[in-house]
């Protein structure tokens, strides 16, 4: 693993389709063949969803290229999401970035009539998420094997960073010979392309005109199609926007730089953040240094193929690790206890998001490079004005790769006029987050410069993309109602900074990303046994919680099968034990089990990212349950002490109430060790 700014851009948005679309005659091109939805199978992940009902799907039958056709076709997924009106407005097309992302994917959840934000836009109009040519539901797809496998070895060796140059150049060199090798024609698949595949889709499917929104480079491919095809348009919507004369990618380091700046003062300026995570900055880059030198061993879970790869955790990961997450608006307040755990050598954070976002088989690297390189990658130096020095080497790198990448891709360079603004009077709006490391809000000022009706909302605390989101979607429904008018956007001005994960706003409990770590690691390899139990002994606190639900039911039924009592059993400490053991075993289940739920369920943190950090000071009485847990076990000690001296039981009795005791004793002195008697005064 190794910090890298242009490649794996993590995008966050959303969208999904509707209306009965025409059937074509089979030899008509364009034209729409209508599919199953389950043709797509991550549409099998809405199962809520009703075909027919809340969407239609297919493909779109365009031909490979319109500069030089030829009689060759590909294919484009096509998710209709109907609307719930009998009187639909015109469809909201929406496009996801990358360049090489599925919309698919990423949009289809508006389906769901349990999405409040997709229930609400379809409440007006159809949503299409329409999948760019060579994106993963699309075909051809122009995924790189050879990538991947090199992601893969990449966990389980330890490559030099010349080494890792050379393999990747190799990897996508040797991806791009068999793209090539099978029939398919790199120079097809890029912005313009794309643009007349949007207006084809339109006539196809029988629309006079649509909206478009998109997201990161579908701002890119939303400014092209306003340049070619203005009448089919009625309004666009462009989130995390890239201008068509800036490259971005040529000043992603300082993007980056800008974000990190943010983030440091942001800390330094809320009381509880700069209370908790001091000097971040310092310990942030300080980390970076420490971990170069002696890496953090970390297991990266692939949810896909069942495999843990362990993998060491470098300085170099850590700050690649920052800047992808803040593409994630979600993400961004768990940054600074993320930078302090690994500075405290803590795997929790660093092992779940890395499981989490290291291994993508959904990204098109040929559709990336193909656009690209016909488009943006064409410079030689990065511009690294200000830029923290360690920023820009890593930039400087990847941008000595990119190009002797587009030198071998050899596509032909769009026209000048692909590079120049934008001018039209087309309703326009569009959205910027305060904190995104690659398309930065003067990035929409600069192309609302050149429109006459645009109408730029700029979310304080966002990352990369602000929709969907309800302030978003709001903003979006009313827009898309009322183009001629501005909407509303006070709700975007709230809240003003991070809402920072802390100790005085969150609970962190000891153990809690532990837990969540492990269930990674199980869902990730369920055949191996090893995974279970270590879960198990996660879930009982190393066994000791395990041993005594196993024992407690077996000695019991011992007891009932022989006869293990005495007479002097049936004084009140006698009677009392079974149903202490009882106590605690219900109060110490309770306990962990409510842990597991509250990193587990996003109500206690608002998302996967802050939810494996920590959860709400609501919960906070959960941790008065291991004080009262503390209190039986002082009673089961003074029982188990009185059996002795009085004799109780028989013997087998006596020695079974002892062990239990004695477990729970263990058991507790943990809590004790980790903290977690201390969380309720925290």
């Known amino acids: 693993m190794k910090q890298?700014?242009?490649?794996?851009?993590?995008?966050?948005?959303?969208?999904?389709?509707?209306?009965?679309?025409?059937?074509?005659?089979?030899?008509?091109?364009?034209?729409?063949?209508p599919e199953p939805c389950g043709t797509f199978e991550v549409f099998k992940d809405a199962p809520d969803a009703v075909e027919g009902t809340d969407a239609e799907c297919g493909y779109l039958i365009v031909p490979e290229q319109r500069v030089q056709p030829t009689d060759k076709t590909i294919k484009l997924g096509i998710v209709i999401i109907k609307s719930t009106s009998a009187t639909p407005a015109e469809p909201l097309v929406m496009a996801q970035g990358g360049p090489g992302g599925s919309s698919i994917e990423l949009y289809r959840y508006l389906a769901s009539p349990n999405d409040p934000v997709g229930q609400m836009l379809r409440a007006d109009r159809d949503l299409i998420a329409f999948e760019q040519r060579g994106t993963r539901y699309s075909e051809p797809f122009l995924f790189c094997d050879e990538v991947l496998d090199l992601t893969l070895r990449g966990f389980q060796e330890n490559f030099s960073d010349e080494e890792e140059q050379r393999l990747n150049l190799e990897a996508y060199n040797a991806c791009k010979t068999?793209?090539?090798?099978?029939?398919?024609?790199?120079?097809?698949?890029?912005?313009?392309?794309?643009?007349?595949?949007?207006?084809?889709?339109?006539?196809?499917?029988?629309?006079?005109?649509?909206?478009?929104?998109?997201?990161?480079?579908?701002?890119?491919?939303g400014q092209h199609l306003v340049r070619l095809h203005p009448d089919v348009v009625r309004t666009f919507t462009l989130d995390a926007i890239v201008p068509l004369n800036v490259n971005a990618?040529?000043?992603?380091?300082?993007?980056?730089?800008?974000?990190?700046?943010?983030?440091?003062?942001?800390?330094?300026?809320?009381?509880?953040?700069?209370?908790?995570?001091?000097?971040?900055?310092?310990?942030?880059?300080?980390?970076?240094?420490?971990?170069?030198?002696?890496?953090?061993?970390?297991?990266?879970?692939?949810?896909?193929?069942?495999?843990?790869?362990?993998?060491?955790?470098?300085g170099d990961d850590l700050l690649s690790t920052v800047g992808q997450l803040f593409y994630a608006t979600d993400a961004i307040p768990i940054l600074p206890k993320m930078i302090y755990d690994a500075?405290?050598?803590?795997?929790?954070?660093?092992?779940?998001?890395?499981?989490?976002?290291?291994?993508?088989?959904?990204?098109?690297?040929?559709?990336?490079?193909?656009?690209?390189?016909?488009?943006?990658?064409?410079?030689?130096?990065?511009?690294?004005?200000?830029?923290?020095?360690?920023?820009?080497?890593?930039?400087?790198?990847?941008?000595?790769?990119?190009?002797?990448?587009?030198?071998?891709?050899?596509?032909?360079?769009?026209?000048?006029?692909?590079?120049?603004?934008?001018?039209?009077?087309?309703?326009?709006?569009?959205?910027?987050?305060?904190?995104?490391?690659?398309?930065?809000?003067?990035?929409?000022?600069?192309?609302?410069?050149?429109?006459?009706?645009?109408?730029?909302?700029?979310?304080?605390?966002?990352?990369?993309?602000?929709?969907?989101?309800?302030?978003?979607?709001?903003?979006?429904?009313?827009?898309l109602n009322n183009p001629n008018v501005t909407p509303d956007t006070n709700c975007a001005a709230t809240p003003a900074t991070p809402p920072f994960l802390t100790p005085a706003t969150h609970l962190v409990s000891p153990g809690a990303t532990y837990?969540?770590?492990?269930?990674?690691?199980?869902?990730?390899?369920?055949?191996?046994?090893?995974?279970?139990?270590?879960?198990?002994?996660?879930?009982?606190?190393?066994?000791?919680?395990?041993?005594?639900?196993?024992?407690?039911?077996?000695?019991?039924?011992?007891?009932?099968?022989?006869?293990?009592?005495?007479?002097?059993?049936?004084?009140?400490p006698a009677r009392l034990a079974p149903w202490a053991v009882?106590?605690?075993?219900?109060?110490?289940?309770?306990?962990?089990?409510?842990?597991?739920?509250?990193?587990?369920?996003?109500?206690?943190?608002?998302?996967?990212?802050?939810?494996?950090?920590?959860?709400?000071?609501?919960?906070?009485?959960?941790?008065?349950?291991?004080?009262?847990?503390?209190?039986?076990?002082?009673?089961?000690?003074?029982?188990?002490?009185?059996?002795?001296?009085?004799?109780?039981?028989g013997l087998a009795g006596r020695l079974y109430y002892s062990l239990t005791t004695l477990l729970a004793g263990l058991y507790v002195l943990s809590l004790v060790s980790v903290g977690v008697f201390g969380v309720l005064f925290s």
């Open 515 to 572: 837990l969540l770590r492990r269930v990674f690691r199980a869902v990730a390899d369920p055949v191996n046994p090893a995974n279970w139990l270590d879960l198990i002994g996660a879930l009982a606190w190393r066994g000791l919680l395990l041993g005594l639900i196993l024992l407690f039911p077996l000695v019991w039924v011992v007891r009932w099968l022989i006869t293990l009592r005495k007479p002097g059993e049936k004084r009140w």
């Open 582 to 649: 009882l106590l605690w075993l219900v109060i110490a289940i309770t306990f962990v089990g409510l842990q597991f739920v509250g990193v587990g369920v996003t109500t206690f943190g608002g998302s996967l990212f802050t939810a494996a950090a920590g959860f709400s000071r609501d919960f906070l009485w959960i941790f008065s349950l291991p004080w009262l847990l503390g209190l039986v076990t002082v009673g089961l000690v003074i029982i188990a002490g009185t059996s002795w001296l009085k004799g109780y039981w």
């Open 4 to 33: 890298t700014y242009l490649f794996g851009l993590l995008s966050i948005i959303l969208g999904l389709v509707a209306v009965t679309a025409p059937v074509h005659a089979q030899g008509e091109i364009p034209r729409f063949e």
């Open 343 to 479: 500075r405290d050598r803590q795997v929790d954070l660093p092992e779940i998001i890395t499981s989490l976002l290291g291994i993508d088989r959904s990204m098109s690297e040929g559709m990336y490079f193909s656009v690209a390189c016909a488009e943006e990658y064409f410079y030689t130096e990065p511009e690294l004005e200000g830029v923290r020095p360690i920023l820009a080497e890593a930039q400087i790198e990847d941008t000595k790769i990119i190009n002797e990448v587009c030198a071998n891709w050899n596509v032909p360079r769009l026209d000048a006029a692909a590079d120049e603004p934008v001018i039209n009077d087309i309703p326009a709006l569009l959205f910027s987050g305060n904190f995104d490391p690659i398309t930065p809000p003067p990035y929409g000022e600069e192309v609302a410069s050149h429109l006459s009706k645009a109408t730029h909302v700029v979310f304080p605390v966002n990352g990369h993309g602000a929709f969907p989101g309800g302030c978003s979607g709001q903003i979006m429904k009313d827009f």
């Open 178 to 221: 068999r793209l090539v090798n099978q029939g398919d024609n790199l120079a097809a698949f890029n912005s313009e392309e794309n643009a007349h595949d949007v207006a084809a889709l339109a006539q196809t499917l029988g629309y006079e005109q649509i909206s478009f929104y998109g997201v990161s480079y579908g701002t890119m491919l």
């Open 249 to 314: 990618f040529q000043k992603a380091g300082e993007s980056e730089n800008r974000s990190l700046d943010l983030l440091f003062a942001a800390c330094a300026a809320d009381a509880a953040c700069n209370r908790y995570y001091p000097n971040l900055e310092q310990v942030l880059f300080d980390t970076v240094e420490q971990l170069n030198q002696n890496p953090i061993p970390i297991v990266v879970s692939d949810q896909e193929t069942a495999i843990n790869y362990p993998t060491p955790f470098r």
